[in-house]
């Protein structure tokens, strides 16, 4: 692999571009891995880079039905922060957000980290009092958030309203290096870096069986023929219940549409994300200049990518009445992802009923902030068939356990 | 916009009417159940890409609980229920069976 540099942009400026390579290879698959993983959104490639990085396991095959990143991961809106209640996720998510502070050098691709800060408005007492406990926590888990005061909330963001009419802001918990990423970048950097590693990464492929003899996995049967595997890793947001019933075991998870939409680029006018939780709304703006917008999910099992329109309206509603400035915008794009619920509302990354299967997903509405972290503790879970200390508290036994990793009400909505 | 008929006092409710309740027509494992039926009761969920029977309730209509049958993968809907059965009417079976020669059944 070349390596992208200052010195590469002078070079290939001489001679009209023409030396750039391929990022990543198309391969056709071989007839078997040491270990194939489904899913090339960001966690399933995190999951394949860290196994070669850290584990020195490259045979490796990422099987991915659409393309790589379209998924979820292409469809987030790149919100970074790890300022979580319960000491399993503070420590998973914080070990994510610092792989992010590295993530452009590590794999030699700019993925435009920008830690411009997160704030999480604070709108109601309880929320005050909810968000004063966490800012504790993070102290004692070494995560660093502060409570702010309504006047500091103005001075970093100034077109922010002070004194809505229904919900006035109270405060706000603030993470400083929290921020945004590009989150395309983010799945192609890792896949180009999993590429130069000799994995094979294979687009347009979906696994529509899960083969397996004896209690254990032997490989999966796609839509270019079978390709067996001695370790399988579902890393499939949400279609985790399909695979998961082609491996024939369930999973404390349902999957529903979340939405997001872009305005119109304009002038630079905020440089922090803002999240209002109470009244179910987020914003940021692009490095492109436009606003970046989310939401809450819809209540109900859904597959189709597109989500109720009245979800949007009342987002966009809640966050005119915290920014008026943005009234007469003009939104541009409005999608949906499939989004993977556990029980819980926190992740999974288990081992599975299956032998050698093992399970990454249920990040939800917020594992985009997650991608290096778990991918890292995934890997380990493969590599090594038992879960090191990141992974261990996410597995499935806590929902059997009652062991619950109870985040719902301390992260409010979406992601 | 998600359109539904609520079987009880007939109005064509859309979603904004209405409240989603999730996966219906599961077991109730109280106590005296192995662990792994509670759990299996609480939490674990078939989550098809597919044909779904689920709850909802006309929350904004007359409070009441009904069934539906729904597509996940298009989000077409079968037909409503009423909320007093323990498994989907014979007709809505074979009517679901009939748009989808290849659904594995209830
Ligand atoms: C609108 C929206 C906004 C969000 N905002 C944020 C945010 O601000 N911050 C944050 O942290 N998180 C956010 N999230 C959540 C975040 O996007 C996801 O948690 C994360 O991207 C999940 O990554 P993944 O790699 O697990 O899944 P995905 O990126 O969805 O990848 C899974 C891949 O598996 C493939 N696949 C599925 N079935 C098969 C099959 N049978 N065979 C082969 N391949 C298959 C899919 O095609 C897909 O590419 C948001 C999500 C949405 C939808
Ligand atoms: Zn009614």
Request: proline residues 5%.
């Amino acid at each position: 692999m070349r390596r992208y540099s200052a010195f590469a942009i002078a070079r290939e400026a001489l001679r009209f571009h023409t030396g750039w390579e391929r990022a990543w290879a198309a391969p056709e698959p071989k007839a078997d891995y040491d270990v194939v993983i489904v899913g090339a959104g960001g966690h399933g490639l995190a999951t394949a880079y860290y196994l070669g990085k850290n584990y020195g396991i490259t045979n490796v095959a990422i099987v991915e039905k659409g393309w790589l990143g379209g998924g979820n991961t292409g469809r987030n809106t790149t919100i970074i922060r790890s300022n979580y209640l319960q000491d399993p996720s503070a420590a998973i998510y914080e070990k994510a957000r610092s792989l992010y502070e590295t993530m452009s050098q590590d794999l030699n691709y700019n993925v435009m980290f920008s830690p411009r800060g997160v704030m999480m408005l604070a709108q109601t007492e309880h929320e005050i009092r909810g968000y004063q406990r966490t800012a504790h926590a993070n102290a004692l888990q070494g995560v660093a958030t502060e409570f702010i005061s309504p006047a500091r909330v103005k001075e970093l963001c100034p077109i922010i309203e002070l004194s809505g009419p229904r919900y006035p802001v109270l405060g706000a918990l603030w993470q400083p290096r929290g921020g945004t990423a590009r989150h395309d970048a983010v799945a192609w950097g890792y896949a180009r870096a999993c590429s130069d590693m000799g994995m094979h990464i294979l687009q347009k492929t979906e696994v529509s069986a899960v083969l397996q003899s004896g209690g254990q996995v032997t490989g999966v049967t796609t839509s270019k023929g079978d390709i067996k595997c001695k370790k399988l890793a579902i890393v499939v947001a949400g279609n985790s219940g399909v695979l998961a019933e082609m491996a024939g075991f369930r999973l404390p998870m349902e999957s529903a549409a979340l939405q997001a939409l872009v305005s119109e680029p304009i002038k630079p006018c905020m440089d922090v994300v803002v999240m209002a939780n109470t009244v179910h709304g987020y914003m940021s703006q692009s490095d492109k200049g436009e606003m970046v917008i989310g939401g809450g999910a819809d209540g109900f099992n859904n597959y189709t990518q597109r989500g109720s329109f009245h979800h949007v309206e009342e987002t966009v509603r809640a966050l005119i009445e915290t920014f008026p400035i943005i009234s007469r915008l003009k939104m541009l794009r409005q999608w949906g992802g499939i989004v993977d619920m556990t029980g819980d509302r926190s992740p999974i990354i288990s081992k599975t009923p299956l032998g050698n299967c093992f399970i990454d997903g249920g990040w939800g509405t917020g594992g985009f902030k997650s991608i290096p972290g778990s991918g890292w503790a995934m890997a380990e879970l493969v590599a090594k068939g038992e879960p090191g200390a990141l992974a261990a508290p996410f597995g499935l036994d806590r929902f059997k356990e009652g062991r619950f990793i109870d985040e719902s009400v301390a992260a409010g909505v979406a992601h | 916009m998600l359109l539904l008929t609520c079987p009880n006092c007939g109005i064509k409710a859309d979603e904004t009417e209405l409240h989603p309740g999730g996966e219906a027509h599961i077991t109730r494992h109280g106590a005296g159940a192995s662990d792994s039926d509670f759990e299996g009761y609480l939490f674990h969920r078939k989550n098809p890409k597919g044909v779904h029977f689920e709850r909802w309730r006309h929350a904004m209509g007359c409070g009441k609980w009904f069934h539906a049958a729904r597509a996940t993968d298009t989000l077409e809907v079968f037909g409503t229920y009423s909320a007093q059965v323990f498994e989907p009417p014979n007709d809505l079976i074979e009517k679901i069976k009939l748009k989808r020669p290849d659904w594995e059944g209830f």
